[in-house]
């Protein structure tokens, strides 16, 4: 069954704390995103990656980290510089050109 | 930047009814334009896109009309359903960004049975 997977679907941060969400495609696409979701904001780009081994800031990257070591595989870390984690964070990816496929999202919230 | 604008934020419809979403995009050189369907605690789907070549592009219920010289396009879904209750999403996006899509605020649609 192929598809994204992200995890976990809830993750609690603890102040000063580095937390990272996982997310893995069997869709054999190049390309990952990740974006943020706010009520009321749309979603926002985090970062991309279109090969292997690269990877881009999108419009609001600061505060996040990202590595891109397997093409499955874009996980997500959202550091302690990231003074308001509080979101809804969705991966998706891309066989090609603009149609996005979307996982199920993590919500992260401050303890 | 904002660049793509929609409304309105929420959006009650009666059960049959039209509902219709509308966005506004800046960028000139945008040139496909997706809408998203999420239900909670999901991720979006894509539900339609058209291309400015065409003014107008209809799949089952779903319709988008596209107005170039406004630059503004909307989502109509006719006779619509509560299992049609979700929030929309339009985007925006130019070939040479690849898939890099810039997202509208949403819609979230309540269609009462």
Known sequence: DGGITQSPKYLFRKEGQNVTLSCEQNLNHDAMYWYRQDPGQGLRLIYYSQIVNDFQKGDIAEGYSVSREKK???PLTVTSAQKNPTAFYLCASTPGWAKLFFGSGTQLSVL | ???????????????????????????TAFDYFPWYQQFPGKGPALLIAIRPDVSEKKEGRFTISFNKS???FSLHIMDSQPGDSATYFCAASK????SRLTFGEGTQLTVNP
Do not use: D
């Open chain 1, 72 to 74: 499955e595989s874009f």
């Open chain 2, 1 to 27: 930047q904002q660049q793509v604008k929609q409304s309105p934020q929420s959006l009650i419809v009666q059960k049959g009814g039209i509902s219709i979403i509308n966005c506004a995009y800046e960028n």
């Open chain 2, 70 to 72: 406004a630059k503004q």
């Open chain 2, 95 to 98: 070939e040479t960004s690849g």
